[in-house]
């Protein structure tokens, strides 16, 4: 029996988007290839409102992450952690031998642009990593107050953002907001299936790797910007997922940006209100995510249990994150195509099930 899925990736893809992968392969070299991806460039665009490049890269996010912080950083980078995976930037940078300082708040709070300043005004960084969406503890970060800071003080820096899990959930301005990596991947709010990360890069960030050394080879941002101009990829791309995410990409522009937005304000507020009913919000409510909720686990129920009864009824939801959170806290993602409706039928099971009125 299909589980809907109500965890933060991979997340519910509907039935169009898989059979839109099912369409006859075309090389890649092909005009037929290009014109895919010519029709595809401004629909993304638009998603990241920007004018600049998006590329497309065979690869799950965590590569382009590796990716875009090794071209980045050439004197120093400062990566802001509030959770596990802004924590991956700091890893993916150590396990390059890149130069980088963290500044860290406690799990389930958030960056403030407060933070970022004080930290950035400690050292010579020519980089800042931001976690848009902190999957692990159903934090969103204030990243358009946070690039504004940064805009106004340090010009030369360059954000990178891991908007992972909330790119396509939420409304990232790339271009307003003066943004250098964005970068996400398809099986998030997206709604696709995983194996596609699309990244949009900035010109100071183009200019940027440009200059660094040992800036790697399967993400240089140069050699896609090479092929980009004539609608291909360097590495050969995944064709399939190509011709999901051109489906997609249609469904997310027929439903209309600023609606999408509004819908995942909805689910976001529905199952908030919920959790306040029953149980307790984990993160610090001024910077509670629109894309998953991290509920305190106030009642001691069995998470494990909830969720092998849900799976029974056609749902799964996520346990919390690592060792430290998981029975604590679980999350409920409401990301993607969900509608509220769904999630509404969620809760009820979930009430159902626990015995709550
Ligand atoms: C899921 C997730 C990742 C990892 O992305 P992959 O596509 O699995 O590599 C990174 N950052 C955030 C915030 C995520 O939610």
Redesign the pocket.
């Known amino acids: 029996m299909y589980k809907k899925l109500f965890i ?2 991979p997340t519910h893809v509907r039935e169009r988007i898989l059979e839109a992968q099912t369409a006859l392969m075309i090389g890649h070299r092909s005009q037929e290839y290009s014109n895919l991806q010519g029709a595809i460039r401004p629909k993304l665009q638009k998603l990241f409102y920007t004018e600049q490049p998006v590329f497309l890269i065979a690869s ?3 590569g382009v992450m590796e990716g875009s912080i090794r071209q980045a950083v050439q004197q120093r980078g400062l990566v802001t952690i509030c959770g596990a ?1 802004s924590q ?1 930037w700091y890893n993916l940078a150590v396990a390059n031998g890149l130069p980088v300082d963290h500044v860290s708040v406690e799990w389930g709070k958030g960056i403030t642009p407060e933070i970022v300043d004080e930290a950035l005004s400690k050292g010579d960084y020519d980089t800042l990593t931001v ?1 848009f ?3 692990s503890t159903g934090v969103m970060n204030p990243l358009k107050d946070i690039a504004a800071l940064v805009r106004e003080k340090y010009p030369d820096v360059v954000i990178l953002v ?1 908007a ?2 909330g790119f396509a959930g939420a409304k990232v301005e790339f271009d307003a907001w003066d943004l250098d990596v964005v970068l996400a ?1 398809s ?2 709010a997206l709604a696709m299936p ?1 194996g596609l990360s699309v990244v949009a890069v900035s010109e100071r960030m183009l200019k940027r790797a440009a200059s660094t050394k040992n800036r790697g080879f399967y993400f240089d941002f140069q050699r896609a910007l090479k092929y980009y101009k004539r609608d291909q990829t360097p590495a050969t791309p995944a064709v399939s997922l190509i011709q999901a995410l051109n489906a997609q990409l249609d469904d997310i522009l027929a439903e209309g940006l600023d609606n999408r937005w509004a819908r995942h304000q909805e689910m976001a507020d529905t199952v908030r209100a919920w959790a306040r009913q029953y149980f307790d919000l984990f993160s610090d409510a001024r910077f509670l995510s629109n894309t998953v909720t991290t509920i305190k686990n106030t009642r001691g129920i069995n998470v494990a249990e909830l969720n092998k009864e849900l799976g029974r009824r056609g749902a799964t939801i996520s346990n919390g994150y690592g060792s430290q959170l998981r029975e604590r806290t679980f999350r409920i993602a409401h990301m993607g195509d969900l509608t509220v409706a769904d999630i509404q039928w969620l809760l009820g099971e979930i009430n159902d099930i626990l015995g709550l009125e």
Do not use: L
């Open positions: 933060p990736g799950s996010g965590t995976f991956r976690t969406n902190e999957t891991d992972v899990s991947s099986q998030k995983p």
